[in-house]
């Protein structure tokens, strides 16, 4: 008798809990397969993803849900030689417009007033070439170009990040000169203790070698107020080199911003409702192409991260050239008055592989001693002042983290006004 009731018991917690279990298996299944069925025939050869939780797979798919959106808006496509794909979408269907504030909007007309250039000033070489664009083929006038996130982008960064995070800067990044706690090593020139309305430099562009994918190198303006506490405001742009974000080692266009010190707002590029984008025939994220090559031909940028005196948003120009496009005044909380410090340099972050320095590069990976030809360069270092006039910027402070590992030496000439150069090949004998 006794035996009968335990197994009608053993019966009935089975009853129960094989349901259960089901249902367990079944999610944990969906969690690696449903990636793979959502993602079908995107035609990148990828296998199905394995995820942590029901907010990556959520993450996963909003993101390829809003990719997917972009393609079907777009009115060409491009295939680059490097292997982006460009999508050309309607400017007011891009990213930034998804945002329940900006829904139906569309970009603003570019302001009349530019900051004003004194007469002895030299004439900038706005010539931007991409690798997208090198056949001839542009986006057509009213459209934006904008580079595909793919699956396989995605699992890549999956596997050290989270993908609720995607496209954005670690919480732990800083523009502090002495953040080398975080892994992040600095050799920047910067001026501070006044208002700054814009900056403007050229810097030279290299393929930086990255020694793993959880590491970049970039060289950049950022224009910065607020305090270096959880209010911190950024924008900023330049080049950089991230296999975790784009999967190769090419120097790339970039821009970025956030308004709660790279906590919870902000993003590289579009990949966020934040930077509104006007230019046809720039590819944000696309491989900046040629870059430049040691004891040969140079190659440099010239931007200008300028705020709008009659409507208040900082705009991104290109040296005297076309305009990129803008950050909304709406975006920031101290960046809606002035900038309270501009920076100009290179970064990279250090994760101290097999517990030595890495070999990650800044710059061209040679020392500022090296001079032209051989080291990377910042040249023509403006800032924007009151009055919307782009004047040197004077008191120029340059330091490095570790100038073992990077250096950064500087001057002023006629031809190239204040620069420095600065970088180099990170781990070697004085920087283990």
Known sequence: MASSCCSKRLRSMIAKFVPLLLVLFVASCSWSASADKSGGGRGNGTQATQF????????????????????????????????????????HQQPAF??????????????????????????????????????????????????????????????????????MKPRASSVRRDSTSDGHEHAVGYVTGDQFYGAKASLNVWPAKVASAAEFSLSQIWV??????????????????????????????????????????????????????????????????PASAYNGRQFDIS??????????????????????????????????????MVQFGGEVVNT?????????????????????????????VQVVDWDNNLIPARDLRLVADHPACYGIQGGYNRAWGNYFYYGGPGRNVRCP
Not at 109 to 118: Q, V
Not at 359 to 378: C, D, L, V
Request: hydrophobic fraction near 30%; charge should be positive; include cysteine.
């Open 52 to 91: 942590s939780s029901w907010d990556e797979l959520r993450a996963y798919r909003r993101i390829l849900a809003r990719m997917d959106r972009l393609k079907k808006a777009s009115v060409k496509t491009i295939q680059s030689p490097d292997g982006d794909v460009i999508h050309c979408v309607p400017a």
């Open 98 to 167: 998804d945002h329940p504030k900006m829904r139906g909007q569309k970009p603003e007309e570019e302001p009349e007033e530019r900051p004003k250039i004194s007469a002895d000033a030299a004439e900038e070489d706005t010539v931007f070439t991409q690798a997208w664009s090198d056949g001839g083929e542009f986006c057509p006038g009213g459209t934006v170009p904008i580079r595909r996130t793919t699956e396989r982008d995605l699992q890549r960064y999956s596997r050290s990040g989270s993908l609720r995070r995607y496209g």
């Open 224 to 289: 910065i107020s607020g305090t270096f506490g959880n209010d911190l405001n950024t924008i900023e742009a330049g080049w950089q080199v991230s296999p975790e974000l784009y999967g190769d080692n090419s120097p790339r266009f970039f821009t970025y911003w956030t308004s709660d010190a790279y906590q919870a707002t902000g993003c590289y590029n579009l990949h966020c409702s934040g930077f509104i984008q006007t230019n046809s025939r720039i590819a944000i994220g696309a491989a900046i192409s």
């Open 303 to 340: 931007l200008l991260l300028w705020k709008d005196p009659r409507r208040g948003h900082w705009w991104l120009q290109l040296g005297s050239g076309p305009l990129v496009g803008y950050w909304p005044s709406r975006l920031f909380t101290h960046l809606g008055g002035h900038a309270n």
């Open 352 to 380: 101290r592989p097999s517990g030595s320095h890495t070999p990650t590069q800044m710059g061209s990976g040679h020392f500022p001693r090296e001079g032209f030809n051989r080291a990377a360069y910042f040249r023509n």
